[in-house]
T-cell receptor, first 117, second 111 residues
Framework: NAGVTQTPKFQVLKTGQSMTLQCAQD?????MSWYRQDPGMGLRLIHY???????DQGEVPNGYNVSRSTTEDFPLRLLSAAPSQTSVYFC????????????????FGSGTRLTVV | RKEVEQDPGPFNVPEGATVAFNCTYS??????FFWYRQDCRKEPKLLMS???SGNEDGRFTAQLNRASQYISLLIRDSKLSDSATYLC????????????FGQGTELSVKP
C-alpha cells in the first residue's frame, strides 16, 4: 500500500499564482485533513473532511479551498498565493472508530514544501 | 493559552537515560490521545496511542489522566535513534476526528 501520497514534494510560486496540492490515500479512510507546519508554530489544521462530499474549516482556512469528491482524494487549492503561505503542508488520513475506545491515529503524507516569493 | 501544551525543549540526555515528557490539554471534548514522533523535515509518525489504563510498547510507556487532563510519555534506556521531536496530540472523535497538536518537545540523545 502506498498510504498517503502528496504531490508535488517541492513547489515555488510567485505571489498571486494559484495551485493545487494533491493528496491521495489508498486505505479507504473516511477522515482526511490538511495541516501546515511553520517554525515555532507547530502543526495547524487548515481544512478537514469526514467523508466524500463533506468538508469543514480548521484553525487557519483563509486563502485555501478544499473539496472531497471521492474517498481517496482531498486536494488543497491555494487561490492567490501569498508569502505568508510559505510553509510545509501535510495531508493526513484516518479511519473512524478504533479499538479500546482510543480511536485510530492518522497517517501522514511526506509533505509539500511550498515557497511563495 | 494553547489547547495542548508540552514541556519546552530541548531535552539533551546521554544514551541509556530515562526521559519523561509531559503534556496537558484544556478541552475535555478531546477523546483520543497519541504521541507522534517527527524527525527533522519529515512527516509526523504515530509512536503510540495512549489508553486510559496506561500502556507500554517496549521502552516506551504512555499514561493518561483524564481528571487532570494530563498525558505523559516515558522513554527508558534512550538510544541515539530516539533523537527527534515528540508531539503530544489529541483527537476529537466527535468533531470529525480533528487533531490538535502540541508544539512538540525536541529530544537529543548524545553518546
Amino acid at each position: 500500500n502506498a498510504g498517503v501520497t502528496q504531490t508535488p514534494k517541492f513547489q515555488v510560486l510567485k505571489t498571486g499564482q494559484s495551485m493545487t496540492l494533491q493528496c491521495a490515500q489508498d486505505m479507504n479512510h473516511e477522515y482526511m485533513s490538511w495541516y501546515r507546519q511553520d517554525p515555532g508554530m507547530g502543526l495547524r489544521l487548515i481544512h478537514y473532511s469526514v467523508g466524500a462530499g463533506i468538508t469543514d474549516q480548521g484553525e487557519v482556512p483563509n486563502g485555501y479551498n478544499v473539496s472531497r469528491s471521492t474517498t481517496e482524494d482531498f486536494p488543497l487549492r491555494l487561490l492567490s498565493a501569498a508569502p505568508s503561505q510559505t510553509s510545509v503542508y501535510f495531508c493526513a488520513s484516518s479511519g473512524t472508530g478504533g479499538g479500546q475506545g482510543v480511536g485510530y491515529g492518522y497517517t501522514f503524507g511526506s509533505g509539500t514544501r511550498l515557497t511563495v516569493v | 493559552r494553547k489547547e495542548v501544551e508540552q514541556d519546552p525543549g530541548p531535552f539533551n540526555v546521554p544514551e541509556g537515560a530515562t526521559v519523561a515528557f509531559n503534556c496537558t490539554y484544556s478541552n475535555s471534548a478531546s477523546q483520543s490521545f497519541f504521541w507522534y514522533r517527527q524527525d527533522c523535515r519529515k512527516e509526523p509518525k504515530l509512536l503510540m496511542s495512549v489508553y486510559s489504563s496506561g500502556n507500554e510498547d517496549g521502552r516506551f510507556t504512555a499514561q493518561l489522566n483524564r481528571a487532570s487532563q494530563y498525558i505523559s510519555l516515558l522513554i527508558r534506556d534512550s538510544k541515539l535513534s530516539d533523537s527527534a521531536t515528540y508531539l503530544c496530540v489529541v483527537k476529537r472523535n466527535n468533531q470529525g476526528g480533528k487533531l490538535i497538536f502540541g508544539q512538540g518537545t525536541e529530544l537529543s540523545v548524545k553518546p
